[in-house]
C-alpha cells in the first residue's frame, strides 16, 4: 500500500477523496492549482501536481471530506498551523510522542466499549466530538457509542491534552503486556488500518497481521519521544528531542 492509498480509508464511504479545485482552497494556492500541469509519474501532489519524492511525503487533511491529500512539502506549510488561515485543510505534523507511564484502568476502557485492544482518538472539530476508530477488515471502524470517559483517561495521563484535532491521534494498544499509548500523526493510523486490511487471513487474522502489528508499533516507539506534561501542542519542542 502507499500513501497515495491512504485516502480511500480516511474518506467515508459516501464521500470520495478528490483533489480540490482551485476555487475551493485558500488565494495562496489558488494561483498555483490554476496553472498546475498534469501529474507526474508516481506519487504526486494532489494539490499541485509536483512530483513527491518517496523519503518526503506529506499529507494534508480535508476537513470538510473527512479525507487525506498527499501533498508536496511546500503545500503541506501553506497549510500548517503556523502559517494557514483558518479554513477547510490542515497540514498533518510530522511529530511522535510517547505517553508513559500510560494509566487506563480496565474499567474506563471498558466503558469505551471498543472491541478490540487497539484505537486511534480523534478529536473531530467539524462534529465538535472526541471520535474513536478501531482497524477492521473493513477499514477503520467508527466507534458511535459515548466516549464520557475518555476524558477522565485524558486527565489521568497528562500529555493527552495535547493532541492537535483532526490532524494527530492518540494511538492506543492494550492486551498482552502493559498498555500502551502514542501521539501521532493520523495518516500514521490509516497507515495501519490498511496494513491490516492488507495482511488479514482468515477469522483471527492470522500470524503474519500479527507481526505486522508488531512491526508497526516498534516503528512508532522507536521515532516517539516523551512526552512532556505541560507543553502546548503549539510550542516547538526542545532542541534535544526534536525528530
Given at each position: 500500500?502507499?500513501?497515495?492509498?491512504?485516502?480511500?480509508?480516511?474518506?467515508?464511504?459516501?464521500?470520495?477523496?478528490?483533489?480540490?479545485?482551485?476555487?475551493?482552497v485558500?488565494?495562496?494556492?489558488?494561483?498555483?492549482?490554476?496553472?498546475?500541469?498534469?501529474?507526474?509519474?508516481?506519487?504526486?501532489?494532489?494539490?499541485?501536481?509536483?512530483?513527491?519524492?518517496?523519503?518526503?511525503?506529506?499529507?494534508?487533511?480535508?476537513?470538510?471530506?473527512?479525507?487525506?491529500?498527499?501533498?508536496?512539502?511546500?503545500?503541506?506549510?501553506?497549510?500548517?498551523?503556523?502559517?494557514?488561515a483558518?479554513?477547510?485543510?490542515?497540514?498533518?505534523?510530522e511529530?511522535?510522542?510517547?505517553?508513559?507511564?500510560?494509566?487506563?484502568?480496565?474499567?474506563?476502557?471498558?466503558?469505551?466499549?471498543?472491541?478490540?485492544?487497539?484505537?486511534?482518538?480523534?478529536?473531530?472539530?467539524?462534529?465538535?466530538?472526541?471520535?474513536?476508530?478501531?482497524?477492521?477488515?473493513?477499514?477503520?471502524?467508527?466507534?458511535?457509542?459515548?466516549?464520557?470517559?475518555?476524558?477522565?483517561?485524558?486527565?489521568?495521563?497528562?500529555?493527552?491534552?495535547?493532541?492537535?484535532?483532526?490532524?494527530?491521534?492518540?494511538?492506543?494498544?492494550?492486551?498482552?503486556?502493559?498498555?500502551?499509548?502514542?501521539?501521532?500523526?493520523?495518516?500514521?493510523?490509516?497507515?495501519?488500518v490498511?496494513?491490516?486490511?492488507?495482511?488479514?487471513?482468515?477469522?483471527?487474522?492470522?500470524?503474519?497481521?500479527?507481526?505486522?502489528?508488531?512491526?508497526?508499533?516498534?516503528?512508532?516507539?522507536?521515532?516517539?519521544?516523551?512526552?512532556?506534561?505541560?507543553?502546548?501542542?503549539?510550542?516547538?519542542?526542545?532542541?534535544?528531542v526534536?525528530?
Amino acid at each position: 500500500m502507499t500513501d497515495r492509498g491512504l485516502a480511500r480509508f480516511a474518506a467515508s464511504s459516501s464521500e470520495a477523496t478528490t483533489a480540490p479545485g482551485a476555487d475551493e482552497v485558500a488565494p495562496p494556492l489558488a494561483r498555483f492549482l490554476s496553472q498546475r500541469r498534469p501529474p507526474t509519474p508516481g506519487e504526486a501532489c494532489e494539490l499541485c501536481g509536483e512530483h513527491v519524492p518517496e523519503d518526503d511525503h506529506r499529507h494534508v487533511v480535508d476537513l470538510e471530506r473527512r479525507g487525506l491529500l498527499c501533498s508536496c512539502r511546500g503545500c503541506a506549510l501553506l497549510f500548517t498551523e503556523a502559517g494557514a488561515a483558518q479554513g477547510r485543510y490542515r497540514a498533518v505534523p510530522e511529530r511522535y510522542l510517547r505517553v508513559e507511564p500510560f494509566t487506563v484502568p480496565p474499567v474506563a476502557w471498558a466503558s469505551l466499549q471498543i472491541p478490540v485492544g487497539i484505537a486511534f482518538i480523534v478529536d473531530n472539530t467539524q462534529q465538535e466530538r472526541t471520535v474513536a476508530f478501531y482497524p477492521s477488515p473493513g477499514g477503520a471502524t467508527e466507534s458511535e457509542l459515548p466516549l464520557d470517559a475518555w476524558s477522565d483517561i485524558v486527565a489521568a495521563n497528562p500529555g493527552l491534552e495535547q493532541v492537535e484535532p483532526d490532524v494527530e491521534a492518540a494511538l492506543v494498544r492494550t492486551g498482552s503486556g502493559a498498555a500502551q499509548c502514542f501521539v501521532v500523526p493520523v495518516d500514521r493510523c490509516y497507515e495501519l488500518v490498511g496494513t491490516l486490511r492488507l495482511h488479514w487471513r482468515g477469522f483471527d487474522g492470522g500470524q503474519e497481521v500479527r507481526a505486522s502489528i508488531d512491526e508497526f508499533f516498534a516503528d512508532v516507539a522507536k521515532r516517539s519521544r516523551p512526552v512532556s506534561p505541560g507543553r502546548r501542542h503549539s510550542e516547538p519542542l526542545p532542541r534535544e528531542v526534536e525528530g
